[in-house]
């Protein structure tokens, strides 16, 4: 499988900061680039997804920024909360949803009062 | 909309014993579903993708012969374990794909599997 690399791995934010998550890929051939939010025991819940043609995405309090040249894409999360602390997870696949995703190493935030 | 379900939640089973963990689309219909399997504090690896009506495709590495999984419907796919040992342990998450709309895959709770 291709790579997905993400960083950091971890990461402490206060409340009401801005949380930023990256990741880079090395596939041309991925179109597909969602993002997760996993709590402990259970399974990965969709955020937010983006495609090359855009290279912005807003949902609430999340945006994902996408830049096709240098292959990258990255999470923020605004006005971050002590409920958002939870593992995050960038995927991307050749073929929208239809394929199996590959996963980045994933970041654990912590949103600290 | 968009759930897909797992049972059972929790298993746990003597080593040698086989073990079947449901996945389930309770609200649209997915040809294909995909099984991932996530040790503590690690990234989610695929297993295998699942295809109505057609034998699975599994990843370099997987037991096809050990991880026997059958996609019997457009909103069932079930993972069988077989002969499991304490190395099997792990969180098994299944995941499926729904067409239209989001056109993504939506993930299960998962199930978690410890063999003692």
């Known amino acids: 499988q291709q790579q997905v690399k993400q960083s950091p791995q971890s990461l402490i934010v206060q409340k009401g900061g801005i949380s930023i998550i990256n990741c880079a890929y090395e596939n041309t051939a991925f179109d597909y680039f969602p993002w997760y939010q996993q709590f402990p025991g259970k399974g990965p819940a969709l955020l937010i997804a983006?495609?090359?043609?855009?290279s912005e995405k807003k949902e609430g309090r999340f945006t994902i920024s996408f830049n096709k040249s240098a292959k990258q894409f990255s999470l923020h999360i605004m006005d971050s909360q002590p409920g958002d602390s939870a593992t995050y997870f960038c995927?991307?696949?050749?073929?929208?949803?239809?394929?199996?995703?590959?996963f980045g190493k994933g970041t654990r935030l912590s949103v600290i009062a | 909309g968009a759930v897909v379900s797992q049972h059972p939640s929790r298993v746990i089973c003597k080593s040698g014993t086989s073990v079947k963990i449901e996945c389930r689309s309770l609200?649209?219909?997915?040809?294909?579903m995909f099984w991932y399997r996530q040790f503590p504090k690690q990234s989610l690896m695929l297993m295998a993708t699942?295809?109505?009506?057609?034998?699975?495709?599994?990843e370099q590495g997987v037991e096809k012969d050990k991880f026997l999984i059958n996609h019997a419907s457009l909103t069932l796919s079930t993972l069988t374990v077989t002969s499991a040992h304490p190395e099997d342990s792990s969180f098994y998450i299944c995941s499926a794909y729904r067409t239209g709309g989001a056109d993504t895959q939506y993930f299960g709770p998962g199930t978690r599997l410890t063999v003692l």
């Open positions: 609200d649209f219909q997915a040809t294909t």
């Open positions: 995927a991307a696949s050749p073929n929208s949803g239809n394929t199996p995703l590959v």
């Open positions: 699942s295809n109505e009506g057609s034998k699975a495709t599994y």
């Open positions: 983006i495609r090359p043609d855009v």
